[in-house]
């Protein structure tokens, strides 16, 4: 059965997000196996079209991921991307085989400078490997997607021949991206008429954009490319990617919605879901979002300006062109309080869109008590730190347990620190140069890691507010491996603790993944 997907009718809009894929292969991007999943169960309940998992012959980690998301993803197509090479169309064809409905996405590069220097390849045998890659992944599945790598740099009546050559061999979906964010949107959409006005078997299949953003006109590009005919766009939650990133999925989505006037098309993602998305995957990697970033940032719905301010005032139409329901961000202060039960909170957290289970319940439960006692008012995007910040660090081998800081200008710094490793409680006391060295230096006296290095350390509030809560980021790297931690607290040296708890947990379980791998081989 050929899945919906592939349909190409003429004001549906499918969004393909690749978050997972070419998201996460930007550096101080990348996720375990835990992060990949709560990802897609998530992009699957927004009402993505299609999730582009991963990338399987590149890793056993990343093959792993994907034949677990295949395994789990209920509405969603789940992709998986290969190189016009014979092993790369079989790994993927197995590793997406636990999905009915799958896609096989292979790709090739036609521009001269790829064909030249990187492929060392000329036209007819690219054109043979069209053909031939295209074909093998038909085994696979009826649904393949090809994709013309640096198309925008490539000669156009070549790209021709060689979009006609993969549809004639069973491609289903014909991708042009922007690969190195060169095209402009006036090019960008020419370039997608041209196409569908030269190649004459184009009905057969849809038109896909995935655009990069070297040039800051990623979406603009991708929507420019749907104004010509596209009915495919590629794109990452907060615009994540390679170099400046890709196309981010929120402006799309929220463009093709706000400006339905000239753009009459429709797609199937619920963008009141889409600050949660944002936030989680900003959480789960470590990227804060900027402040004045379109849709999802923190200034998005901020108004400073007098004038703005009485406009709001009078009437929120007048300086907002979306409502901040529309993206699903929530203002309201939340009810509870420290007097509130158990009950109270799990249902606040249901209505928060977030199912948890009891034993990370009744840790958020304590660490919610604990924060009402400290802030005078208690908000949704505080609890949404809290849960965030459990369910990541839910079955850490390490625990967080209590930590004391000596601090000040007189010195010495000290942290005394509790952790639980693997269910033992040890306790350590430190001097450092200022508190958090003291406490990461404790850390290191307990669980020995010579070879990380910290790469980052990152603070910023949940709320506002001299009680707001402190979201901390760490990212450590050993041996290449890069990992991030997040910790939330109403105390910025208690977040910090947890946030390198959080990060040295990830690379022990990278280091216990690594080590059967390296006798393997």
């Not at 999730?51 to 993803?73: L, M, R, T, Y």
């Not at 789940?78 to 092993?87: F, N, P, Q, T």
């Not at 606040?348 to 604990?370: M, Q, W």
């Not at 450092?432 to 910023?460: E, M, S």
Request: proline residues 3%; contains cysteine; hydrophobic residues 40%.
């Amino acid at each position: 059965m050929t899945p919906q997907t592939t349909t190409n009718t003429k004001d549906r809009v499918i969004i393909f997000d690749t978050t997972l894929r070419d998201g996460e292969q930007s550096p101080g991007c990348s996720m375990n196996l835990e992060e990949k999943l709560r990802m897609a169960k998530l992009l699957d309940e927004m009402g993505v079209d299609v999730i582009e998992a991963g990338f399987p012959i590149a890793s056993p980690g990343d093959f792993e991921a994907v034949n677990e998301i295949a395994k789990v993803i209920k509405n969603a197509t789940v992709c998986g991307l290969s190189r016009a090479i014979e092993r790369d169309i079989d790994v993927a064809g197995e590793a997406l085989k636990p999905c009915a409905n799958r896609r096989i996405h292979t790709f090739i590069s036609t521009s001269p400078q790829h064909m030249r220097y990187q492929l060392q390849m000329d036209e007819e045998q690219v054109l043979e490997s069209v053909a031939a890659s295209v074909t093998r992944a038909r085994k696979y599945t009826d649904n393949v997607e090809w994709s013309a790598m640096d198309a925008t740099r490539s000669d156009w009546d070549f790209l021709c021949r060689a979009v006609d050559t993969a549809i004639r061999s069973g491609a289903t979906t014909i991708n042009i991206p922007d690969t190195v964010g060169y095209a402009i949107p006036a090019e960008f959409g020419e370039l997608i008429t041209y196409i569908r006005n030269k190649v004459t078997n184009i009905d057969k299949c849809v038109i896909s954009t995935h655009c990069h953003n070297d040039l800051g006109l990623a979406v603009a590009n991708s929507l420019a490319g749907v104004a010509a005919g596209a009915r495919q766009i590629e794109c990452t939650i907060n615009g994540i990617g390679e170099r400046a990133g890709n196309a981010a999925l929120e402006e799309i989505v929220m463009a093709l919605k706000t400006r339905a006037d000239k753009m009459p098309f429709e797609c199937g993602v619920d963008t009141t879901m889409i600050t949660k998305a944002s936030r989680t995957l900003a959480a789960t990697i470590g990227f804060s979002v900027q402040p004045n970033k379109a849709i999802v940032g923190a200034n998005a719905f901020a108004h400073e300006s007098g004038i703005h301010q009485d406009g709001v005032l009078k009437n929120a139409s007048t300086y907002e062109i979306m409502t901040p329901e529309s993206v699903g961000l929530t203002r309201s202060e939340l009810v509870l309080g420290k007097h509130s039960g158990r009950h109270a909170l799990k249902s606040r957290v249901t209505e928060l869109g977030y199912e948890i289970g009891d034993n990370a319940l009744n840790e958020l439960f304590k660490r919610f008590k604990d924060l009402a006692d400290k802030k005078k008012q208690v908000f949704d995007d505080d609890i949404i730190a809290l849960i965030e910040d459990e369910i990541g660090t839910e079955g850490d081998a390490i625990r967080f347990q209590t930590l004391q800081v000596v601090a000040g200008s007189k010195g010495p710094q000290t942290a005394e620190i509790e952790l639980t490793v693997n269910g033992a409680l040890k306790t350590v006391k430190v001097e450092g140069n200022g508190p958090v060295d003291a406490i990461f230096k404790a850390i290191r006296a307990i669980i020995p890691h010579d070879d990380a290095t910290l790469q980052l350390y990152q603070v910023h509030a949940v709320t506002g507010g001299t009680d707001a809560q402190a979201e901390v980021t760490v990212r450590l790297q050993e041996n290449g491996k890069t990992v991030n931690g997040q910790g939330t607290d109403a105390d910025t040296l208690v977040a910090s603790a947890r946030a390198y708890v959080h990060a040295l947990n990830k690379l022990v379980t990278k280091r216990a993944k690594t080590k059967p791998a390296e006798n393997a081989a």
